[in-house]
């Protein structure tokens, strides 16, 4: 038989992660003629790589090729990408005060049914409602303010991550040129003034250089008045 026009096909699934040490890999074989046999690689990380849903312990993101043969002879070949993920939070990036009260996001992975998070703010001890994610802050804040997010699982462990608010001492860094909107504009605004010295920059240092920068907020999510 001519394999170039079999209608052999494999499947490896698709790409996944998984929250277990383990994962069952899901290898299918249609058309051609059968019986099929599968070959799975690499096959360390397999039970038995002969079998069409080998089980894989993973310590590690790994590629999964699939070779199917049929009855005829002939071959075909599937991949699958397995990413192995631990229980975890990370903030998203928090950035600098605008105008708009600050809103806290964090990502938290392998949740189980009695996973608990809370956030708190680490200046003021505030803390805020279990499980509330994200969290919208009320108010504008006035100082630069570290925040924190402790997640527990049902297994006692423990899941930590910090983000911080970056506030200038200079309020007019709250919306630089002026306009009631925080956008790239503000950060134009500045420009000029790139390398001199002066007492309004963004960290009190009395020169503005790059880390003055990043005491503008550019992410509005409100319209602009």
Same mark, same amino acid.
């Given at each position: 038989?001519?394999?170039?026009?079999?209608?052999?096909?494999?499947?490896?699934?698709?790409?996944?992660? %998984?929250?277990?040490?383990?994962?069952?890999?899901?290898?299918?074989?249609?058309?051609?003629?059968?019986?099929? %046999?599968?070959?799975? %690689?690499?096959?360390?990380?397999?039970?038995?790589?002969?079998?069409?849903?080998?089980?894989?312990?993973?310590?590690?993101?790994?590629?999964?090729?699939?070779?199917?043969?049929?009855?005829?002879?002939?071959?075909?070949?599937?991949?699958?990408?397995?990413?192995?993920?631990?229980?975890?939070?990370?903030?998203?990036?928090?950035?600098?005060?605008?105008?708009?009260?600050?809103?806290?996001?964090?990502?938290?992975?392998?949740?189980?049914?009695?996973?608990?998070?809370?956030w708190q703010n680490l200046v003021t001890?505030?803390?805020f409602g279990i499980n509330e994610n994200?969290?919208?802050?009320?108010?504008?804040?006035?100082?630069?303010?570290?925040?924190?997010?402790t997640a527990l699982n049902a297994a006692?462990?423990?899941?930590?991550?910090?983000?911080?608010?970056?506030?200038?001492?200079?309020?007019?860094?709250?919306?630089?040129?002026?306009?009631?909107?925080?956008?790239?504009?503000?950060?134009?605004?500045?420009?000029?003034?790139?390398?001199?010295?002066?007492?309004?920059?963004?960290?009190?240092?009395?020169?503005?250089?790059?880390?003055?920068?990043?005491?503008?907020?550019?992410?509005?999510?409100?319209?602009?008045?």
């Open positions: 038989m001519d394999c170039l026009f079999s209608d052999l096909a494999a499947d490896a699934g698709a790409d996944d992660v %998984s929250c277990q040490a383990t994962y069952l890999l899901q290898g299918t074989a249609h058309g051609g003629t059968g019986p099929y %046999s599968f070959s799975w %690689s690499p096959a360390e990380f397999l039970d038995d790589p002969t079998s069409e849903t080998p089980l894989a312990t993973l310590a590690e993101p790994v590629l999964f090729c699939l070779e199917v043969t049929d009855g005829a002879g002939c071959r075909r070949e599937a991949s699958v990408f397995i990413t192995p993920q631990t229980f975890g939070v990370s903030a998203f990036p928090s950035g600098a005060q605008g105008l708009e009260a600050m809103r806290l996001e964090a990502e938290i992975t392998c949740i189980d049914g009695q996973t608990q998070w809370q001890q505030e803390v994200p969290v919208q802050l009320a108010s504008v804040l006035n100082e630069t303010t570290q925040f924190s997010l006692a462990t423990v899941a930590e991550t910090t983000l911080v608010v970056l506030v200038s001492s200079n309020s007019s860094f709250l919306d630089p040129n002026g306009d009631g909107c925080n956008s790239i504009s503000d950060l134009h605004h500045y420009l000029p003034d790139w390398r001199l010295e002066t007492s309004f920059d963004g960290d009190g240092n009395g020169i503005m250089d790059v880390r003055d920068y990043l005491y503008i907020s550019i992410n509005q999510t409100s319209p602009c008045r």
